[in-house]
């Protein structure tokens, strides 16, 4: 039995020293070098999307760095201490009316691009009619001009046979008929106009209403959301590490969101590319999956010293 106690206590001695040395190699892993493993903490399902797909959008963020890397640094394990958090606060509520206010301003928009179509469409039509009563009134001015002279000279002569009389009369009627008809197409004009005038006033109407929208957006989001949608929490004073995510607009916002916060676990600082992954505003990076920029890459080459 004394043999056998020796052995048990050897083992252990044995254990903690592989136990104590695995600490130590792991310690001095670099933070590119660690796996990462993560889990889902709090999963709020007021944001509309199943767990399944916040899942794959954790997938699809890590993946940006992993690939950058040449392998995998973040694996899910559903009993990692490390917790990836979807928490719906006052924050999303603010990300709703932002798209409530992009949803006005596009209305606004289209009616005003409405508007527009409607003017200028009639607008074409108006010109085209004034420009044909122009013609037409040209024609009319030299045809009664040639008529006054004929009569004029006819009168000076004591008046005219009764043959070419007859010829006046129907010429005088025929003038009468036309003066009739450009005095209708004035009124025809007149009224074209003033719709036209109508249409411009509701368009200028629009076109305040849609400044003062757009005024009021820029002001609040010209500079982007800061990145205190989403944060990262390193495990340190009895805290564990984790993401907290509290606003998207889109899968694009909480893919991009992930990926910053994902470049944070590894050590990473914001870098000063608008359009840039580690850029501290949100909405520089366009692409529907997020690029690494020249800058994300010299500070992940910095902290993981590739």
């Known amino acids: 039995m004394k043999i056998l106690k020796n052995t048990i206590i050897s083992f252990f001695a044995v254990g903690v020293i592989v136990f104590s ?6 310690n001095s892993l670099g933070p590119c070098e660690k796996i990462k493993e993560y889990s889902i903490g709090r999963f709020d399902t007021q944001f509309g999307i199943s767990k399944d797909d916040f899942i794959g959008y954790i997938s699809e963020s890590k993946s940006v760095w992993e690939k950058a890397l040449g392998k995998d640094i973040f694996v899910y394990d559903p009993d990692a201490s490390f917790k990836i958090n979807l928490i719906y606060d006052e924050r999303q509520l603010d990300t709703v009316q932002k798209q409530k206010t992009e949803f006005g301003l596009l ?39 040639a008529y006054e002279k004929v009569v004029a000279d006819w009168n000076s002569k ?9 010829a006046l ?37 629009k076109a305040v209403e849609y400044n003062k929208i757009a005024k009021e957006y820029n002001q609040k989001y010209e500079n ?3 990145f205190n949608q989403a944060e990262y929490i390193k495990a340190s004073n009895g805290k564990k590490e984790e993401i907290n995510i509290y606003q998207f607009g889109s899968k694009k916002d909480l893919v ?48 993981c010293k590739k």
């Open 21 to 26: 040395c695995y600490s130590i190699y792991f």
């Open 107 to 145: 209305a606004v928009e289209e009616s005003l691009k409405n508007f527009d179509f409607e003017f200028n469409t009639y607008k074409i039509q108006y010109d085209e009619a004034s420009a044909n009563y122009e013609k037409l009134l040209k024609i009319f001015e030299e045809n009664k001009s």
């Open 158 to 166: 004591g008046g005219a046979p009764q043959t070419e009389y007859e």
């Open 169 to 205: 009369e129907n010429e005088r009627k025929e003038l009468s008929a036309k003066a009739n008809s450009l005095n209708t197409e004035t009124n025809r004009l007149n009224t074209m106009a003033k719709q036209l005038n109508a249409l411009l006033d509701k368009r200028n109407i």
């Open 224 to 226: 982007g959301l800061e």
């Open 256 to 303: 991009l969101a992930l990926t910053h916060e994902l470049g944070h676990s590894l050590g990473l600082d914001h870098v000063e590319n608008s359009e840039s992954i580690m850029y501290y505003l949100t909405g520089g990076n366009t692409q529907l999956t997020p690029q690494l920029t020249a800058e994300d890459l010299a500070e992940l080459n910095k902290v």
